[in-house]
């Protein structure tokens, strides 16, 4: 089992910036990728970032392209989602989630059910 613990959440205005962390433990071993998903009150679920372990593969969605920036510490098997510039419509719970098939495209790096392990998530609230 792999175990995801998510850090770096909290409220602050438009425009500003945060840093969300995620680390694994357990069988680390098995993961060859991360990624970031969000889901706001009242919407489905949304992927926003993913990289491969060996840095070889970084996909965005749309909506973050040019504002977020997901890199990885691979020795110390920790993912980072830089947001900058952030906007209201940002404001959602940000799960973290490793990825243990080596199989890599947009599509399917964008896919939830490609993702074995999940974190509890951690709030981020941008106010206008």
């Known amino acids: 089992q792999v175990q995801l613990v998510e850090s770096g959440g909290g409220l602050v205005q438009a425009g500003a910036s945060l840093r969300l962390s995620c680390a694994a433990s357990?069988?680390?071993?098995?993961?060859?990728?991360m990624g970031w998903f969000r889901q706001a009150p009242g919407k489905e679920q949304e992927f926003v970032a993913t990289?491969?372990?060996?840095?070889?593969?970084?996909y965005y969605a749309d909506s973050v392209k040019g504002r977020f920036t997901i890199s990885r510490e691979s020795a110390q098997n920790t993912v980072y989602l830089q947001m900058n510039t952030l906007k209201p419509e940002d404001t959602a719970i940000y799960y973290c989630a490793a990825r243990d098939s080596n199989i890599w495209s947009p599509r399917i790096a964008g896919t939830p059910s490609t993702y074995r392990y999940w974190g509890q998530g951690t709030q981020v609230t941008v106010s206008s």
């Open positions: 357990g069988r680390t071993f098995s993961i060859v990728g």
């Open positions: 990289i491969r372990w060996d840095g070889g593969f970084t």
